[in-house]
């Protein structure tokens, strides 16, 4: 079966402007959870969709958001972006919600460069 | 609280063994392993999800201590294709639902 999909995998985008990240769940997943990966801050939780709400958040200022739609399809947006900004945002699909009792599949990431 | 782990890299030459330590000061009530090489998407080992338990596929295992809060991952007669960023994962709750919690993983070099 088809994989989890980010698109687009790569942005180049000025300081101020915003961004919108995209990712395709596994078919029958309805979790989505998101992370900004940096260097030496490993894989850093922004948050978790499951069934088009919002279960958790991340320790991200307000300028982070996100949202899933029915299909579980989810969109990460970035307002007024800031060079601190630029990371490898990775989504990951899972069956259940939470992490407990089933395995996360990553997509292959949004390389978000800010300058 | 993201868990610790360590060593936070080793390089390793080929045929060797390798320990990657996973712990946290909350409760774990499961314990996952991704790797990832570089430039690609952090991919699934395995999942622990008991206290006591023992996985392995291949030469790579792993075990879960839940009385000590803490897991480890074994590479025994490490190959090249072993190298690459693990990292152990738990649902932790701060506050509302659990959410899948990583560390900051281990670097692991393979050299020949």
């Known amino acids: 079966k088809a994989g989890v999909t980010q698109t687009p995998r790569y942005l180049i985008k000025t300081r101020g402007q915003q961004v919108t990240l995209s990712c395709s769940p596994i078919?029958?997943?309805?979790?989505v959870s998101w992370y900004q990966q940096t260097p030496g801050q490993g894989l850093q939780f922004l948050f978790e969709y499951f069934s088009e709400t919002q279960r958790n958040k991340g320790n991200f200022p307000g300028r982070f958001s996100g949202r899933q739609f029915s299909n579980s399809r989810s969109e990460m947006n970035v307002s007024t972006l800031e060079l601190g900004d630029s990371a490898l945002y990775l989504c990951?699909?899972?069956?259940?919600?939470?992490?407990?009792?089933?395995?996360?599949?990553f997509g292959q990431g949004t390389r978000l460069t800010v300058v | 609280q993201q868990p610790v782990q360590s060593p936070q890299a080793v390089i390793l030459r080929e045929g060797e063994d390798a320990v990657i330590n996973c712990s946290s000061s909350?409760?774990?009530?499961?314990v996952h392993w991704y790797r990832q090489k570089h430039g690609e998407a952090p991919v699934f080992l395995m999942i622990?999800?008991?206290?006591?338990e023992q996985k392995g596929h291949d030469k790579i295992s792993a075990s879960f201590n839940e009385k000590k809060q803490q897991s480890s991952l074994y590479l025994t007669a490490s190959q090249l294709s072993y190298s690459g960023t693990y990292f152990c994962g738990t649902p932790l709750r701060d506050f509302g639902n659990e959410k899948l919690t990583f560390g900051t993983g281990t670097r692991l070099t393979i050299i020949p």
């Open positions: 622990l999800l008991k206290g006591g």
């Open positions: 909350k409760a774990l009530y499961s």
């Open positions: 078919s029958g997943h309805r979790s």
């Open positions: 990951a699909s899972s069956l259940r919600a939470g992490g407990k009792h089933t395995e996360a599949f």
